[in-house]
């Protein structure tokens, strides 16, 4: 066993860690945002909102999701795309944990 994978194991597990556990502190504290984002991203089929100064650009597309994040300080972008399926309830309750998510890997990357 080598003991640089080991501590790359422990990095990994304390980011993942942090990560997941911002999703759930974001999810709770934005619920109606989320939910009010959702409806207008439905209706609008593409969404810009803005993080600590990171604008984030959600699209719908017929089976799922993505998001395109601005460059940071650090000049690296990000992006990412789920499935959710073809119908708009599916889509509608699947949406606030797709924002949280997108949300909390944009704010993990920041400089602090």
């Known amino acids: 066993m080598n003991p640089a994978n080991d501590n790359e194991s422990l990095r990994d597990d304390a980011w993942d860690e942090k990560y997941f556990s ?24 593409s969404l810009v909102i803005e993080v600590e ?24 972008v990000w992006s990412g795309w789920t499935r959710m399926g073809w119908k708009k309830s599916r889509k509608r309750k699947r949406l606030p944990d797709f924002f949280a998510s997108s949300e909390a890997g944009v704010l993990l990357e920041l400089p602090h």
């Open 53 to 76: 100064g990171v604008e984030i650009r959600y699209e719908i597309t017929p089976i799922g999701c993505s998001y395109y994040a601005s460059e940071n300080l650090n000049g690296e």
């Open 22 to 45: 911002l999703i759930l502190d974001l999810t709770e504290k934005n619920s109606s945002r989320y939910e009010s984002q959702a409806e207008t991203l439905l209706n609008n089929k």
